[in-house]
């Protein structure tokens, strides 16, 4: 299985971002581009930080919303998972996100979707997760953190910006990089993914 390569800059972190609601910066492409900004200022020590082009995707599952504006971002960083993604709740805060519903309607919604090639908490626990049926999907929600994300390699919405940051980055327990994965989607799945 291939390995993503050791950084002295700490390890490598893939964001994805997303809103269908307008919060106080605006409509949603506003919105995540005033948090991508936010970020960047936070998350710039190694000057690598990285932001995919904008796209316009369905709302999932379908029909729960209005379509997402959808953005992924890449940087190196030294610090731990669960740091990074209390700043991302943090910064999610900032733009009036309510966690009121699962799947619901959001003005801004920043996943981590891997740390370097961490899998956390464990690989059994992801394995649960990973597999976990869509019904149970819809009410379950973890007590921990997850990654990567159980169900990165299923979501063209994740996969497609991602790819435009870190196509090489290899999945840890699928050995398969994003740009594989994103080649596995099928065509009806990568249509559904408008470039802004």
Not at 92 to 117: N, S, Y
Request: proline content about 7%.
């Amino acid at each position: 299985m291939r390995q993503e390569q050791p950084n002295t800059n700490g390890h490598k972190v893939l964001v994805a971002l997303g809103s269908n609601a307008a919060s106080d910066e605006g409509d949603p492409r506003a919105t995540v581009q005033a948090a991508i900004d936010i970020m960047h200022h936070i998350f710039n020590t190694y000057d690598d930080f990285q932001v995919s082009k904008l796209y316009s995707t369905p709302a999932f599952p379908p029909g729960t919303g209005p379509d997402f504006v959808n953005a992924a971002c890449s940087f190196h960083a030294m610090r731990d998972a669960n740091g990074i993604l209390q700043d991302f709740h943090g910064i999610e805060d900032m733009f009036g996100r309510k966690r009121t519903l699962r799947w619901g309607q959001r003005t801004l919604d920043i996943d981590l979707i891997a740390h370097g090639q961490a899998i956390l908490p464990d690989l059994a626990t992801y394995d649960h997760w990973r597999t976990l049926p869509l019904d149970a999907q819809k009410t379950d929600v973890p007590a921990t953190l997850i990654l990567p994300h159980p169900r990165l390699q299923d979501r063209a919405f994740v996969l497609v910006p991602l790819a435009d940051v870190a196509p090489d980055w290899v999945h840890p327990t699928l050995g398969q990089s994003v740009s594989e994965m994103v080649a596995d989607l099928t065509d009806a799945a990568r249509a559904e993914i408008t470039l802004l």
